[in-house]
């Protein structure tokens, strides 16, 4: 068995974090495998995407012995005797195709298809994606098969505030809302009065500029809005750990890993329920703007409703057990075979 890490080496990202999760997943299991990638050669822009497309679709399947390869990236080939199994997170790349990177947009549109085509079987997070794969290739094999949190899960939910800061695990992109997070948190400290604060943690996407601008205009002197970019897992932990809540207003998600990652350390969430969160995470949706999500916070003041919200957070964890998923992944993978 082969598993494609090329995405290892692309940035930090959600699918990224993914790869660590089947290599966990994998050691789990009583199957030989092999991790494949390409040498990094430094190159990028229109040499690179076709350097990592000729990688995903005709070099990863070739790179070494096995009867089966996993694709993590939602790109990936076949090849003679070793079938694909292709993980694809969503897709909305495809669907709202304004949000990412005209480049990134356009190898997408071209290689997605293909991959799908060639698969023995798709294997996606969430039911919301795959009737959204199914929708747009009805003859597709799709499996579900959610994602677990690559942090480590804690003793038992929390009993109380740890501190006053915010967290926003996300990189900058359109669709993220980082604008709503901090009009949250702003209007959240006036009705308040408290010390609340917000951690922005996440990627560089394309959006950064126009993040790290709003932010100076809400917070000059950079008092109550901080940035944090790559962080290690230890590190990512300490971060969950010493906040008090996590936000995630996004407009739209496959999956939200950072959901998934907050439950594993017991930390209350709230997040807009868009596209996969409400099934990941029924807890703490809030529907409206940035007012609603200021009173929701402020309603997190109260000891029992952050106790309460700390239980509702932890149960979801215990559905996303590694466990769990290594258990899936085999039977996944024997189905393939």
């Given at each position: 068995m082969?598993?494609?890490?090329?995405?290892?080496?692309?940035?930090?990202?959600?699918?990224?974090?993914?790869l660590?999760a089947?290599e966990?997943?994998?050691?789990?299991?009583?199957v030989?495998?092999?991790r494949?990638?390409?040498?990094?050669?430094?190159?990028?822009?229109?040499r690179?995407?076709i350097?990592?497309?000729?990688?995903?679709?005709?070099?990863?399947?070739?790179?070494?012995?096995?009867?089966?390869?996993?694709?993590?990236?939602?790109?990936?080939?076949?090849?003679?005797?070793?079938q694909?199994?292709?993980?694809?997170?969503?897709?909305?790349?495809?669907d709202?195709?304004?949000?990412?990177d005209?480049?990134?947009?356009?190898?997408?549109?071209a290689l997605?298809?293909l991959?799908?085509?060639?698969?023995?079987?798709?294997?996606?997070?969430?039911?919301?994606?795959?009737?959204?794969i199914?929708?747009r290739w009805?003859?597709?094999?799709?499996?579900?098969?959610?994602?677990?949190?690559v942090?480590?899960v804690?003793?038992?939910?929390?009993?109380r505030?740890?501190s006053?800061?915010?967290?926003?695990?996300?990189?900058?992109?359109?669709r993220?809302?980082?604008?709503?997070a901090?009009?949250?948190?702003?209007?959240a400290?006036?009705?308040?009065?408290e010390?609340?604060?917000?951690?922005?943690?996440?990627?560089?996407?394309?959006?950064?500029?126009?993040?790290?601008?709003?932010?100076?205009?809400?917070?000059p002197?950079?008092?109550?809005?901080f940035?944090?970019?790559?962080?290690?897992?230890?590190?990512?932990?300490?971060?969950l750990d010493?906040?008090?809540?996590?936000?995630?207003?996004?407009?739209?998600?496959?999956?939200?890993?950072?959901?998934?990652?907050?439950?594993?350390?017991a930390l209350?969430?709230?997040?807009?329920g868009?596209?996969?969160m409400a099934e990941?995470?029924p807890?703490?949706?809030?529907?409206?703007?940035?007012?609603?999500?200021?009173?929701?916070?402020a309603?997190?003041l109260?000891?029992?409703?952050?106790?309460?919200?700390?239980?509702?957070?932890?149960?979801?964890?215990?559905?996303?057990?590694?466990?769990?998923?290594?258990?899936?992944?085999?039977d996944?993978?024997e189905?393939?075979t």
């Amino acid at each position: 068995m082969l598993l494609n890490a090329a995405v290892a080496a692309r940035g930090v990202s959600g699918t990224a974090t993914a790869l660590t999760a089947l290599e966990r997943a994998l050691e789990c299991l009583s199957v030989d495998w092999t991790r494949v990638a390409p040498p990094d050669v430094g190159r990028r822009g229109l040499r690179r995407a076709i350097d990592d497309a000729v990688w995903d679709m005709y070099r990863a399947p070739r790179a070494g012995a096995g009867d089966v390869i996993i694709h993590p990236a939602n790109v990936g080939g076949d090849h003679r005797g070793i079938q694909s199994c292709l993980i694809v997170h969503d897709t909305m790349v495809l669907d709202f195709p304004q949000w990412y990177d005209k480049r990134y947009a356009a190898y997408a549109r071209a290689l997605i298809p293909l991959s799908v085509r060639r698969a023995a079987v798709v294997v996606t997070p969430s039911r919301a994606s795959r009737a959204s794969i199914v929708r747009r290739w009805p003859r597709a094999q799709v499996t579900v098969l959610p994602w677990p949190s690559v942090v480590p899960v804690v003793a038992r939910p929390r009993e109380r505030p740890r501190s006053r800061n915010v967290v926003m695990i996300a990189a900058t992109e359109p669709r993220k809302n980082h604008w709503l997070a901090i009009d949250a948190v702003r209007m959240a400290r006036i009705i308040t009065g408290e010390d609340i604060t917000l951690t922005l943690i996440g990627a560089r996407g394309i959006v950064e500029e126009g993040v790290q601008a709003y932010a100076h205009i809400c917070d000059p002197l950079r008092s109550w809005i901080f940035r944090r970019q790559l962080l290690r897992d230890s590190e990512l932990v300490a971060a969950l750990d010493d906040a008090w809540v996590a936000i995630l207003p996004s407009s739209h998600e496959g999956y939200g890993l950072p959901l998934i990652e907050a439950s594993a350390r017991a930390l209350p969430t709230l997040h807009s329920g868009a596209g996969a969160m409400a099934e990941v995470m029924p807890e703490g949706i809030v529907q409206g703007g940035a007012f609603d999500y200021a009173l929701a916070l402020a309603d997190l003041l109260d000891a029992e409703q952050y106790e309460r919200a700390s239980r509702a957070t932890y149960a979801t964890a215990g559905r996303h057990a590694g466990t769990v998923f290594a258990s899936g992944l085999k039977d996944i993978l024997e189905g393939v075979t």
